[in-house]
């Protein structure tokens, strides 16, 4: 028997691409996670129309309108509550949660974060990885816990920081490199074949899907990687 579908909450703050990927995933009824809604903390945020158009619903929970941050994640906590939400997504949601509502979803809320942690944790890691003079870079996903982008790695996928790339063209073939992993984390995750567990991911047999061209892990562990079609991954 099949199981239910996952309700999934997605939290942003911007253009929501992430969003956008983890909501086509879905558009598949055979994706074991089904996305419910998109909460916003901010009313411009673009991610919001992008939602709409796609039949999403969507809430606004501005923080101006809170006193204080404690008011505000209680305001989120009752919007995930009222979709009823079973799995929470960040993508691009620039606000730290407090303890009680990051402790509250320990398990069940993830997190993107555009760099292969536990390197460049925070903001600006494209400009940063290029002053550093790193020559891969890639993407995160984890779970979300009290300490910022510290949680247990669920997947990562690396790219190239080729010679001549400027910040631009770096964050763009991450980005890239980000709407292929983060559904493909969160499949793993609907499906309980990666769950947190005294604070490690642990991993259930699960069917790897192929590597596009990115190095991805957890991947298909037999697979060797196609240099070529790295080389060739560019936006
Ligand atoms: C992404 O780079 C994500 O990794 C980071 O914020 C950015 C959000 O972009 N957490 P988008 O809103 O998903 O386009």
Redesign the pocket.
């Known amino acids: 028997m099949t199981q239910p579908r996952k309700r999934t909450v997605i939290l942003?703050?911007?253009?929501?691409?992430?969003?956008?990927?983890l909501i086509e995933a879905a558009d598949d009824s055979a994706f074991p996670a089904e996305i419910v809604g998109v909460i916003s903390d901010k009313a411009e945020?673009?991610?919001l129309q992008l939602a709409a158009a796609k039949g999403i619903a969507t809430r606004v929970v501005s923080r101006g309108d809170f006193p204080d941050k404690a008011a505000h994640d209680a305001a989120i906590d009752a919007a995930i509550a009222e979709f009823d939400a079973e799995i929470v997504c960040?993508?691009?949601?620039?606000r730290l949660l407090t303890t009680g509502l990051v402790e509250k979803w320990q398990g069940r809320m993830i997190?993107?974060?555009?760099a292969l942690l536990p390197s460049l944790k925070g903001l600006d890691?494209h400009r940063r990885a290029l002053e550093t003079g790193l020559r891969i870079h890639g993407?995160t996903v984890h779970f979300v816990t009290t300490a910022m982008d510290e949680g247990p790695i669920i997947a990562q996928s690396a790219v190239p920081v080729l010679v001549a790339d400027d910040e631009q063209a770096l964050?763009a073939r991450?980005?890239k490199a980000?709407?292929a992993l983060?559904p493909m984390a969160l499949r793993l995750v609907a499906e309980g074949k990666a769950r947190m567990e005294g604070g490690r991911t642990v991993f259930e047999d699960f069917e790897a899907p192929g590597h596009n061209g990115l190095i991805t892990s957890p991947g298909p562990s037999n697979d060797p990687v196609d240099l070529e079609a790295l080389a060739r991954f560019t936006p």
């Open positions: 942003i703050s911007g253009r929501g691409s992430n969003m956008t990927a945020a673009g991610g960040l993508a691009g949601y620039m997190n993107i974060h555009p890691t993407c964050s991450v980005l980000e709407h983060y």
